[in-house]
T-cell receptor, first 117, second 116 residues
Framework: DTEVTQTPKHLVMGMTNKKSLKCEQH?????MYWYKQKAKKPPELMFV???????INESVPSRFSPECPNSSLLNLHLHALQPEDSALYLC????????????????FGPGTRLTVT | AQTVTQSQPEMSVQEAETVTLSCTYD???????LFWYKQPPSRQMILVIR??????QNATENRFSVNFQKAAKSFSLKISDSQLGDAAMYFC?????????????FGKGTKLSVIP
C-alpha cells in the first residue's frame, strides 16, 4: 500500500487564524516531506524530516511550523499567513532515511488546498 | 546544482496513439535517480516510473517506458496506447543517490492533453 493521506482537503483561513495540516503514512517510511505548489508550477520543497528529526528547512518563513510527533505523522502548523501563501500543500514520504539504500522515490498525498483571505 | 529541463510546456495526443515527453538534466554526479510523476486535475502527484542511473536497461511500466541516455543526459517518457486518463501534467524529476540526498529537482512540467 503506497498511500499517504492528508487532511483537510480544503482550508480557508484568515490572516490572524491558527490552523494545522495533517499528513499520515503507514508504509514504514523514514523520511517525510512538506511541499508547496503554486498553480501550473512544480512543487517546492519546504521541510524534510528523517527519523522524526528535521533534516532540511528550505528557508521557510516562521509562520510555517512543522512537527513530526511520530514516524507516521507529520503536521504543518500555520499562523499569521499571508494571501501569497495560498497554494496546494503536498506531503510526501520515502523509505530512505540516514544510511538508507534504494527505494528513493517519494510518494505523495492528495494535498490540502489552502486559501488565505 | 542539478537542473531539469522539460522543453515542451504542452503536448497533445490522439487516443490510442503514442506520445513521447522530453526531459534533459544536468548533473556532475555519476549515480542518481530519475522519475516521471503524473499530476492529473485531481492534483495528486503519482509516480509513473523510475530509473536508476547505474542501470543501462530502460525502465518499463505497462504502457509507460523511458529512453534513458546517460551520456546525453536525456530521460524521455513514452506513453503507448494513450488513454483519456493519461491527460495530466507530467513532471520529470532528478535525485542524487546516497543517504541524506532528499531533494527532488523537478522540471517545469509538460501538460498532456488526450484527444478522443
Amino acid at each position: 500500500d503506497t498511500e499517504v493521506t492528508q487532511t483537510p482537503k480544503h482550508l480557508v483561513m484568515g490572516m490572524t487564524n491558527k490552523k494545522s495540516l495533517k499528513c499520515e503514512q503507514h508504509m514504514g517510511h523514514r523520511a517525510m516531506y512538506w511541499y508547496k505548489q503554486k498553480a501550473k508550477k512544480p512543487p517546492e520543497l519546504m521541510f524534510v524530516y528523517s527519523y522524526e528529526k528535521l533534516s532540511i528547512n528550505e528557508s521557510v518563513p516562521s509562520r510555517f511550523s512543522p512537527e513530526c510527533p511520530n514516524s507516521s505523522l507529520l503536521n504543518l502548523h500555520l499562523h499569521a499567513l499571508q494571501p501569497e501563501d495560498s497554494a496546494l500543500y503536498l506531503c510526501a514520504s520515502s523509505q530512505d532515511g540516514f544510511g538508507g539504500t534504494g527505494f528513493y522515490e517519494q510518494y505523495f498525498g492528495p494535498g490540502t488546498r489552502l486559501t488565505v483571505t | 546544482a542539478q537542473t531539469v529541463t522539460q522543453s515542451q510546456p504542452e503536448m497533445s495526443v490522439q487516443e490510442a496513439e503514442t506520445v513521447t515527453l522530453s526531459c534533459t538534466y544536468d548533473t556532475s554526479e555519476s549515480d542518481y535517480y530519475l522519475f516521471w510523476y503524473k499530476q492529473p486535475p485531481s492534483r495528486q502527484m503519482i509516480l509513473v516510473i523510475r530509473q536508476e542511473a547505474y542501470k543501462q536497461q530502460n525502465a518499463t511500466e505497462n504502457r509507460f517506458s523511458v529512453n534513458f541516455q546517460k551520456a546525453a543526459k536525456s530521460f524521455s517518457l513514452k506513453i503507448s496506447d494513450s488513454q483519456l486518463g493519461d491527460a495530466a501534467m507530467y513532471f520529470c524529476a532528478y535525485r542524487d543517490s546516497g543517504a541524506g540526498s532528499y531533494q527532488l529537482t523537478f522540471g517545469k512540467g509538460t501538460k498532456l492533453s488526450v484527444i478522443p
